[in-house]
């Protein structure tokens, strides 16, 4: 079927008001979990295929994500669902008031190569659950992973209720040219200001989750024996490969060598002396984001890693020392495992650093000086990010993901993923026992008066 007649189908299948009903939906939820279930040995491997991930990593980043969202939906979608009432405003006594969620109708989820399992599923777990049809558009890039993503869909789904339509950027651009009423996309702020205009076209509202440089500051009083083992579990999980990921490092110069070296042992205690010999440890994408990634170490001082093999698509964790921010590694987010370490003196330096780039999607701060922490935080602007650790904040699916800036448009996870997809309708309930004719003309009274009784409620 063309876009076109997806889009079509969806429509009517929306009009039917099927996914109106909350059974449906919680029996599709119930249906896809079952599938999934079904298939997890099928899709550990078809992300090893994809991103050379480990059936550890794939369960805990992907798997686990997927189906605690689904047990999260079946068992609350239902009283999500119920009308919310609010406090009713005393000039329209005697009265109610509610928020009703309703769905959007006609959902489009566009979902990028890296977490391509989970940052597809998430959003379509949500989105059915708040009552929606959904078009995905998966990667090309993660084939293996979009096709088997298709069938699970199809399995699980009504013909109309959700459908995954494979292809390249051409025809995520025919997608994105139709009339939906919701569109959530995540990938990269370069793409998603097209997704942007596309929508804007039809006034279609939009999730961006988007992503940008994300700072790790380490201060000198910070555990570096512990943040250490942090820093390098998270930049080099999915070989770096993370939106979230911490992309520079800001050390304070005092202990900048120390944890060099702490950096360098840990890299080794994780994935050994030959990193590519490691079945923990990831592969890049595709040749084209391995020669972009390989370009970056281009005259810049590799203090560790740099080894690659691009048959195997294969680049070893990368440690880069005191790159300027006029070098090519640090203009844009990397999205790989090489990552620069820059010393700093103090807070000045810092904010120069930081303020140099846009919003990040996520910051983080190594310290055990909660002053300095605190002041990290309400001093900069990002999406999201921890103390004394990294990414762990996408981990509490009550706490809503997002960025700010070009790095994203809104937020979801948990209850936050049914709230995006929903409009809540607000009405007021009002009763006819009693009908107070202050409001009615001719206005008679005076305008001192009414102002003391809009002050005294």
Not at 15 to 44: G, H
Not at 349 to 371: M, R
Not at 386 to 392: G, I, K, L, P
Request: include cysteine; charge should be neutral.
């Amino acid at each position: 079927m063309t876009p076109s007649q997806i889009h079509q189908l969806q429509s009517d299948f929306f009009n039917s008001r099927m996914t109106f009903n909350i059974d449906y939906r919680i029996n599709s939820l119930k249906k896809l979990k079952a599938v999934l279930l079904r298939e997890e040995q099928e899709i550990y491997q078809v992300l090893k295929t994809d991103l050379g991930k480990s059936e550890f990593e794939s369960f805990v980043t992907e798997f686990q994500v997927v189906i605690g969202e689904l047990d999260t939906y079946i068992k609350n979608t239902r009283k999500w669902s119920k009308p919310k009432s609010v406090r009713a405003a005393l000039l329209n006594f005697p009265s109610k008031a509610r928020q009703y969620p309703e769905p959007y109708g006609k959902a489009l989820i566009i979902s990028p190569w890296n977490y391509p399992f989970q940052l597809a599923l998430g959003p379509l777990v949500g989105a059915v659950a708040a009552g929606n049809t959904v078009t995905l558009k998966p990667s090309e890039f993660s084939k293996t992973t979009s096709d088997l993503l298709k069938r699970v869909c199809e399995e699980s789904f009504e013909p109309g209720h959700v459908a995954v339509v494979l292809g390249d950027g051409e025809v995520a651009q025919q997608l994105t040219a139709l009339k939906w009423d919701y569109l959530f996309f995540t990938g990269s702020p370069a793409i998603g200001k097209k997704i942007y205009q596309a929508a804007a076209e039809h006034l279609t509202p939009v999730t961006l989750e988007l992503g940008g440089k994300n700072p790790a500051v380490v201060h000198q009083s910070a555990n570096l024996e512990v943040c250490s083992k942090r820093i390098v579990w998270a930049k080099f999980l999915n070989s770096g490969q993370t939106c979230i990921a911490p992309d520079y490092l800001l050390v304070h110069e005092s202990v900048k060598e120390k944890l060099v070296e702490l950096l360098k042992k840990e890299i080794t205690t994780f994935f050994g002396e030959n990193p590519q010999e490691s079945e923990d440890y990831p592969r890049i994408i595709g040749e084209k984001h391995f020669d972009g990634l390989m370009e970056l170490l281009q005259d810049v001082n590799v203090i560790v890693g740099g080894n690659n093999d691009k048959a195997a698509l294969y680049i070893a964790p990368t440690l880069v020392n005191e790159p300027a921010r006029e070098d090519d590694i640090m203009q844009n987010e990397i999205f790989g495992p090489l990552l620069p370490i820059i010393s700093y003196s103090d807070k000045a330096d810092i904010e120069k650093w930081i303020s140099s780039y846009d919003k990040p999607l996520g910051a983080y701060v190594y310290s055990n000086d909660t002053d300095f922490s605190s002041w990290f935080i309400a001093q900069f602007s990002f999406g999201g990010g921890a103390v004394n650790d990294s990414m762990v904040q996408f981990l509490n699916e009550k706490l809503p993901f997002g960025g700010v800036g070009t790095s994203g448009i809104g937020s979801y996870h948990g209850k936050k993923t049914f709230d995006t997809f929903s409009h809540y309708k607000s009405v007021v309930h009002r009763g006819t026992w009693l009908d107070v004719p202050l409001k009615y003309p001719p206005y008679n009274l005076p305008i001192s008066l009414v102002k003391k009784v809009l002050k005294w409620i």
